[in-house]
């Protein structure tokens, strides 16, 4: 049974589909056979992933009932394009309209090791679909000055949906992201973090014009900036440390060693000893941000 991520945030432009793509690149790197998919309507992990805006059948198909999500993949993702905004709508008035997206990817759970949803920029009905699908859930918060309250809120409907719907929902994590971790503002943004949310990740997704570029060229960050992309490996041990996977620590580990030359990540950290690890790539904060 595929390993189900919902990768949410109470906004956009927090890094949402960015963590989506890398994080599928490295699990393919691992040999993890990955299903991303697109529930955001603006589709852009499916412009990611270079799907034809004009495919068939989307999610929004396989959230009406008009086609089964295993015949809804295109190029390793269930796409999505603004037509989900309107399956979104008339799922509203169905009665088991949140558990649609469990049902559906039933099928896809057992061919695939894991499912990764990349989640639109709001809390609403395909975001709650994809928490009910989910097994864990990954949250991504941009320093900023409302990113407590974000976090906040998200892990609030995190709570509802493991409440009323999907008792098994575990929150993976709180991941700063897109962080210039030079500014004395990102770094006290992850240290209250870290005080009112213990699942911080320790890893931070720095912010670079790399990823950025990298979508554009719809190449991986571990290809075009491996030396940005080790973050995504960081946080990628880290997730497997947390799913107790202490195999696929060490395969992170080798990949890393392989992309990314030089020192080997820093390892996670323990519980009790300092945060941040002497090995490098340290994230240190006088690292260049771009
Ligand atoms: N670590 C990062 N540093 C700088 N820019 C980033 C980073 N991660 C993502 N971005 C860029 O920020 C924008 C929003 O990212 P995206 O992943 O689309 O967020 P979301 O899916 O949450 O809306 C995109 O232009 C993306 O290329
Ligand atoms: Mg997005």
């Known amino acids: 049974m595929a390993l ?13 589909t960015t963590m989506t793509r890398s994080l599928a690149d490295i699990f393919g790197r691992l040999d993890i056979n990955t ?18 805006p004009a495919v068939e059948p989307t999610l929004a198909d396989v959230l009406t009932g008009r086609a ?5 993949i295109h190029d390793g993702v269930v796409p999505a394009n603004l037509a989900l905004a309107e399956a979104e709508l008339m799922l509203s008035g169905k009665m088991g309209r949140e558990l649609t ?12 090791d894991a499912i990764l949803i990349d989640c639109p920029p709001t ?3 395909l975001t709650v679909n994809a928490l009910v699908a ?27 949906a493991r409440d009323n719907l999907n008792p098994e929902l575990e929150v993976l994590g709180v991941v700063l992201n897109i962080a210039n971790m030079r500014t004395r503002h990102a770094r006290e943004t992850l240290e209250t973090l870290k005080k009112h949310f213990p699942g911080t990740f320790e890893t931070v997704i720095r912010r670079s014009i790399a990823y950025a570029e990298s979508a554009e060229r719809a190449v991986p960050i571990l290809d075009y900036r491996p030396d940005r992309g080790v973050d995504y490996l960081r946080l990628a041990a880290e997730i497997f440390e947390r799913l107790e996977m202490p195999d696929r620590v060490e395969q992170v580990e080798e990949l890393a060693a392989e992309v990314a030359p030089g020192p080997a990540p820093a390892p996670v950290a323990q519980p009790g000893s300092a945060p941040q690890g002497q090995a490098a790539p340290a994230q240190s904060q006088s690292d260049p941000d771009l």
């Open 68 to 72: 089964k999500a295993v015949d809804a």
């Open 4 to 16: 189900t991520i919902a990768i949410l945030s109470q906004k956009g432009g927090t890094g949402k």
């Open 134 to 160: 989910a097994d864990r859930a990954l949250l991504s918060a941009e320093a900023e000055y409302f990113s407590m309250q974000g976090v906040e809120q998200a892990l609030e409907v995190v709570e509802l």
């Open 101 to 112: 997206l469990r049902n559906a990817l039933r099928e896809a759970k057992r061919r695939y």
């Open 35 to 52: 299903l991303t998919v697109d529930a955001d309507p603006q589709g852009n992990l499916s412009d990611y992933f270079d799907v034809d």
């Open 123 to 125: 809390l609403g009905l």
